[in-house]
Each structure stands twice: as structure tokens, then as C-alpha cells.
């Protein structure tokens, strides 16, 4: 009786590299390629099964890449977008992409991706093995497209999808870098004034020897402070924004609060809520139109939203929605959407143009995100002005008082 045959050996995940070889064949010409492999010598071995010689094999180093962003993915998909419309195939797209990109650690993913696909993946499971960089509405977009057969349509939706919630993100940050650089700014200014220039201004008035106005009294014992304990001063601060930052990404209950918080800000807040309904409006208009289900796009709209009060909405319209109510129905419930809104939804229910009318939405939120963040600015600029003049000219003027309270004896 012959014994069983052992299954086959299953991959171990061994760990491949790119090579990069040349080799003669046997008409003694040059060729030149790259090849993914465990190491030089399969290189070499495969090279030789193919009837070539190898005359150089190097492994190619990635080193000196920076972190992969979002506007790296951005950038991937628009690529991938227009080199499929105009007829590239998907792998040598990702070898053109790879080649082309100015960041290692793109070129690196772009070729640890392709080299899935070679070996059998479908494109959406390669990309589910990167979450870090392609979330699940990433994935469930380009699944989409690949049962439908209009992957190269949804790649160009999605890259379209991608830029505008890049240039959201980007405006939110412009309005909010400006007063943040100015007030750290003056922070170091008046740091430096309170350890370095009032204790020199302190030295030469003990040689007055005469009573000092209460607002100088005041700089100079905020000073001798500030001098005093200002390792204990910058320690606190350092500790309570690192501790600050740590809890808040990994705190859920910080989370929610913070959001809840950042939307109810009497100058912000409008901003952020306006940026928040475009995300909502754009993300849930792309997956609709991609032909996602409602019910299976909104698990992914809440997360993409990028607010807590909203994901948490978002899933009660889910529920409602599979349970058979209409999506306005479950928004007018939800009781974070306004009116305009809602009456638009229920006529791109109404016509069946949701996804149109949902994307109509997020251009007029995106439109007025510009126009808001636009005002910040020139709103922000003179209280910001008169903020610093009123601290730094306060203490100038408690240092002049008694130069000029002795001018005015002598």
C-alpha cells in the first residue's frame, strides 16, 4: 500500500526583496530587470532557469525614505487612475508609479503591493494587508470597482475623493497654524523678557532706592518666579500637551468629549462643523455612486467623517436605514444635520440622484470652508495684534514707570 502523499508545504510567510540584476543570454546580449525574491542566490537560480547568466545582482535599498501621508496616497491613486484610463496594465502601472516616486517608502509599498498581485491576490486584499495606509472605505471602493469591471473609473472617483478631503483637512490646518505660530512665538518673547531683560531692569532700580509702582512690583515677582522655577514651569507644560495628545488618540470617552467640545467653539466650531458635513456628504456620495449598498457605505461614512458625534450618528442612521426607514427619515432623527440638508437628501431620494445631490452638498460645504477660513484669517490677524500689545506693551510700559516717575522728580 503506498503511503499517503504529505499536502503540500504551505508559504511561511518568508520575507522577499527587490533585486535589481543584469545577465547575458546566450547570444551574449545584455538584460536588465527587477525580480522579488527571499534572496540573491533564487535570484540567480531563476535567472539561470530562464537560460540567462547573471553578471550582477544587487538588492535594492530603500533606505532614506520618509513616512508614507496621505497626499502620497492621493498621488498613488490619481497615477493609477490616469494610466488605467489610458490602457496601462494594473502591473506595469505600479512598476511606472514605483519608479516615479520621490519617496522610497512609496516606491517600497507600491512594490510590496504589486508583488501580491502577481502572485494571485485580488487588488482590494493586497491593499486590506496595508491598513495603516488604505482604510476600509479605500478597500471597499476598489472591490467595488473590480467586481463591476470600472476599476479604472473608481480609482479616478476615488483619487477625486482623496484630494478634496486632503484640501478640507489642508484649510482646517492653515486657519489653525496662524494663531497657533503667533502665540508660540510670543510665548519665546516673553519668555526671554521675563528671564533675561526684567532681572537686568531689577539690578538697576535697586540703585534708585526709591518705592516702585505696583505694576512694575508685579512684572518683577512674576519674573523672580518665572527665574526661579522655570524648569518646573516648562515641564508642566511639555507634560500636560504630551499627555494631552497621548490620551487624546488613545482615550475614546477624551475623544468624544473633545469633539463634542471643538463643535460648540464660538469661532471655530462652525468650521470644523462645516468641514466635518463635507467629509460626511462626499464620502457617502463616492461610495453610493461606486453602487456600495447604503447600509454597507454608512459603515464606513462615520469613521471618514473625522468626528465622534457624527460617527456615533452615523451609526443610528445605519440601523435605521436596515431596518427600513428612509436614509432622511434616520438623518432627521439623528439631530446633527441641518435643514438644508436634509431637504436635499430627500429630493436625491425622491428623483434616485443621491449620490448627485450628496456631492452637490459637499461642494457647497466645501465652498463655504473656503469663504470661513478666509475670515478666520483676516478676523483673527487684529485680535491677535492687540493681544500681543496689550501683554507685551504691559510689561515694557510697568518696566518705563519708574524711569518715569524719576525723570519726572529729577
Same mark, same amino acid.
Given at each position: ?51 540567462l ?54 516606491s ?5 503591493? =504589486?508583488?501580491?498581485?502577481e502572485?494571485?491576490?485580488? +487588488?482590494?486584499?493586497? #491593499?486590506?494587508?496595508? $491598513? @495603516?495606509?488604505?482604510?476600509? %472605505? ?103 500637551l ?6 487624546? =488618540? ?7 468629549? +473633545?469633539?463634542?467640545? #471643538?463643535?460648540?467653539? $464660538? @469661532?471655530?466650531?462652525?468650521? %470644523? ?14 461610495m453610493?455612486?461606486a453602487?456600495?449598498?447604503l ?8 469613521p471618514a467623517?473625522g ?8 451609526q ?11 436614509l ?13 440638508v ?48 496689550v ?20
Amino acid at each position: 500500500m503506498a503511503a499517503p502523499r504529505k499536502p503540500a508545504r504551505k508559504d511561511l510567510g518568508v520575507k522577499e526583496f527587490t533585486f535589481v540584476w543584469e545577465a547575458k543570454d546566450k547570444g551574449g546580449k545584455i538584460a536588465r530587470g527587477e525580480m522579488r525574491a527571499a534572496s540573491q542566490a533564487v535570484v540567480n537560480t531563476t535567472l539561470r532557469r530562464q537560460g540567462l547568466l547573471p553578471t550582477k545582482v544587487k538588492k535594492q535599498s530603500f533606505r532614506g525614505g520618509g513616512k508614507v501621508t496621505e497626499k502620497d496616497i492621493a498621488l498613488f491613486t490619481r497615477q493609477m487612475a490616469t494610466m488605467m484610463k489610458s490602457g496601462v496594465p494594473l502591473l506595469q502601472s505600479f512598476d511606472i508609479v514605483a519608479k516615479g516616486a520621490s519617496n522610497s517608502s512609496v516606491s517600497k509599498l507600491l512594490l510590496d503591493l =504589486k508583488a501580491e498581485v502577481e502572485t494571485g491576490s485580488a +487588488l482590494n486584499q493586497a #491593499f486590506r494587508k496595508h $491598513p @495603516i495606509y488604505f482604510d476600509a %472605505l479605500y478597500c471597499n471602493l476598489i472591490q467595488a470597482g473590480e467586481q463591476a469591471g470600472i476599476l479604472d473609473s473608481l480609482l479616478e472617483r476615488l483619487a477625486t475623493y482623496k484630494e478634496k478631503i486632503l484640501a478640507i483637512k489642508s484649510k482646517i490646518k492653515s486657519a489653525m497654524f496662524y494663531p497657533i505660530a503667533v502665540l508660540v512665538v510670543a510665548a519665546i518673547v516673553v519668555t526671554i523678557i521675563m528671564i533675561f531683560v526684567i532681572p537686568a531692569f531689577k539690578q538697576v532700580f535697586k540703585s534708585f532706592g526709591a518705592d516702585l509702582p505696583a505694576p512694575t512690583l508685579l512684572v518683577i515677582a512674576i519674573s523672580d518666579f518665572f527665574v526661579a522655577n522655570w524648569w518646573l514651569i516648562f515641564g508642566a507644560i511639555g507634560g500636560g500637551l504630551w499627555a494631552f495628545f497621548y490620551f487624546w =488618540k488613545r482615550s475614546e470617552p477624551m475623544q468624544i468629549v +473633545l469633539d463634542r467640545f #471643538f463643535l460648540r467653539l $464660538p @469661532i471655530f466650531g462652525p468650521v %470644523l462643523r462645516k468641514a466635518t458635513l463635507a467629509r460626511w456628504t462626499r464620502t457617502l456620495s463616492t461610495m453610493f455612486a461606486a453602487g456600495v449598498p447604503l447600509v454597507e457605505a454608512l459603515s464606513s461614512v462615520g469613521p471618514a467623517s473625522g468626528n465622534h458625534v457624527y460617527k456615533v450618528a452615523t451609526q443610528g442612521i445605519q440601523n435605521e436605514v436596515s431596518t427600513g426607514s428612509s436614509l432622511t427619515v434616520a438623518m432627521q432623527n439623528a439631530l446633527v444635520f441641518p435643514n438644508m440638508v436634509l431637504q436635499m437628501v430627500s429630493i436625491g431620494e425622491e428623483s434616485g440622484q443621491l449620490d448627485a445631490m450628496l456631492g452637490k452638498i459637499a461642494d457647497f460645504y466645501e465652498a463655504e470652508v473656503d469663504d470661513a477660513v478666509e475670515g478666520l484669517s483676516s478676523l483673527m490677524e487684529p485680535i491677535i495684534m492687540v493681544v500681543l500689545g496689550v501683554l507685551i506693551g504691559g510689561m515694557i510700559i510697568a518696566m518705563y514707570l519708574p524711569i518715569f516717575k524719576l525723570g519726572a522728580v529729577v
